[in-house]
Structure formats: C-alpha cells, structure tokens
C-alpha cells in the first residue's frame, strides 16, 4: 500500500549488537519525532528527520531515497575519520514505525480496521565496498558466506601498505617503525 508514514534507517557497525540512525522519515516530523531536526541537512553528518517520502501518495510504487553523503553537502576530505565513521557498516535496519493510513483508524478503534493495510519492499538498492581504512582496493569473501549472491558486497579488505586483519585495521607483524594509522588523500600511512 502506502509509503510508511513514519520510518527510520538505521545502520550497526558491530555486526547488530548496537545501532544508530541515519536518517528519519516522518509525514510529520515534528509531531512523530519531535526531538529530531527537521531544517535540513547542514554538516554531512547530520541525522535529521525528512518529510518528502512519507506522502500517501502514490499509493503504490513510491520510492524513499537515502545516500549517505548527500551531493549537496560538500566532502572536503573523503578519508577523513568522520567521513569514514559515517561509511563503516555492518548492517542496515528498515524500522517501519507508523502507517500511512486514510483515516480509518480516527473512525474505528477496533484493531482489525487497519489489516487492510501493510508494508511491503518492492526493491531494495544498496551500494558499498567493505571497509579498509584506505588501505585496499578490493574485497573478498568472508569465509562461511554464499559468494554466489550476485551483487554482494564482501567484507574482507586485500590489504595493502603492510597492513592486516578483516578490515586492515592493524599493521602486520615486525611492522612496528611507523605505527598503524588509517590512509590519507596524501599519504597512504604504510606501516614500516
């Protein structure tokens, strides 16, 4: 049926033990969330809460577009450890928090009014890379998942500049002259 009347994108960096938002979407910001901003987006880093997808109409088909780094907020330095917080995932939650109704609800109290009434995923788009603090240009497979999904993004970095672990988060043994640090536009930070 209807685009949610309320919902929000949450993302966990810890593979779902703690989560925290992206992005509310509410036909009433105000009124739904009331302790959420509700200006627009001023720093890329902003959670804020959106009324342009939350509409009832269309009735069906409707789209609700979220992208991480807004194009309209500018990214000085892409490696930067704020721009690379805000990246870092490990899952992302769809929280469907409140219908969209025609106003059945107001009329009748009894809980079988609002049956007629459901959410449903057409299609789900996104887009990533595993994470490596700078210091790999490709992702392999985790042992144990299904490398047949078509599409998936896999989570283990191909380490690069003597780095190494899931996400290359450290420098590799004996490597210990020049301490682990993530890479930089300028400098890739190899450890020695």
Not at 42 to 66: A, K, L, T
Not at 70 to 80: G, L, N, Q, R
Request: charged share 25%.
């Amino acid at each position: 049926t209807f685009r949610p009347a309320a919902l929000i994108i949450e993302r966990s960096a810890d593979f779902g033990r703690t989560w925290r938002p992206y992005r509310y979407f509410a036909s009433n910001c105000t009124r739904t969330f009331p302790s959420i901003p509700a200006n627009g987006l001023h720093q890329i880093n902003d959670i804020i809460c959106e009324q342009r997808y939350s509409d009832i109409e269309p009735s069906n088909n409707g789209e609700v577009i979220f992208k991480v780094l807004d194009p309209a907020i500018p990214v000085e330095d892409p490696y930067s450890l704020d721009i690379q917080e805000l990246l870092r995932i490990t899952n992302l939650r769809i929280n469907f928090t409140k219908l969209n109704t025609l106003g059945d609800d107001l009329l009748d109290r009894r809980s079988d009014v609002l049956q007629k009434y459901y959410y449903a995923i057409n299609e789900l788009v996104v887009r990533g890379s595993c994470f490596c603090y700078g210091h790999a240009s490709e992702c392999a497979p985790v042992p144990g998942v299904n490398t047949h999904e078509i599409g998936m993004i896999h989570g283990r970095c191909v380490c690069k500049h003597n780095t190494e672990g899931l996400n290359c988060e450290r420098c590799k043994d004996f490597h210990n002259d020049s301490p682990w640090r993530p890479a930089e536009a300028e400098d890739p930070h190899t450890c020695r």
